[in-house]
């Protein structure tokens, strides 16, 4: 799969909690778990309310479909939680889709409501958001409080063809895997910058090891002092149409960004 990278001093949100990035950490010498805590310790640890839009569209921008969204992220307190809504219009006034997700002795349980408020409970974490390539996953980066973790050897990073650097970075790549058997996913590798311990990229893979799904950060910003991402992408192995996760504004009692002119 092609995809464009960026150089990163520094991610993310990578989610949106991504509104951050902090003092450079090095990881050399740390466990497979303690790089993951490191990387999952350059988030913001406040309470945040982001908006923007998903967008998916086929090469070129063709047959674009624009949803807008929400999403109120606590989860670093101690009762983990996350509420997203999307919506259909720029005024936000109808969710097609709204989800409720909490973390409870270490396993994330997803709710979905569709547009009539009916309920589904306990959804695969690796449900699409709404029609877009995008999953819950993504979208709260739930993987980053994942302890079953390794480390891919030069090894077995050549046995899988994949590469350690990405975005212009030296990257440790790990491997960690879902505290509950999610049908459809073995495992989420992440890329993780060698210098700074920032989360660089994703890539999840199916039941047999194969990359079914890439998310990188496209767009960064700075704001207030901070590296803010602006701009996630996503796309499908084999697919041409790509989701954009676009950042309008991240709200939180430290920190706001506002919507871009």
Known sequence: MKHLSLCL??????????????????IEGLSPLMILVQARSMFPQEQLQVTGTLETAEARGLN?????????????QGSPSATCAIFD??????????????????ITHLTLFNAEGVQNEDV???????????TWMDLTFNYLWWTNVQQLSEAALEARALKARQGG??????????????IGLHSVLLWIDISTGYLVQTEQTDAHQRA???????RIGREEGRWVPREFRIQR?????????????IQSEAFSVKELN
């Open 9 to 26: 001093c520094g991610l993310l949100m990578f989610m949106l909690s991504a509104a951050t990035l902090k003092a450079e950490s090095a």
């Open 64 to 76: 674009a479909v624009i949803r807008p969204y929400t999403l109120s992220l606590n989860w670093h």
């Open 89 to 106: 219009d720029a005024g936000r006034q109808s969710p097609v889709q709204r989800a409720l997700l909490k973390r409870e002795n270490g």
């Open 124 to 134: 695969r974490l690796n449900t699409p958001v709404a029609d877009t390539d995008l």
């Open 169 to 182: 970075r030296n990257c440790v790549v790990l491997e960690a895997f879902p505290p509950k058997g999610t």
């Open 212 to 218: 079914v799904r890439r998310m990188w950060v496209q």
């Open 237 to 249: 192995e084999g697919m041409r149409r790509v989701t954009k996760l676009i950042i309008a504004t």
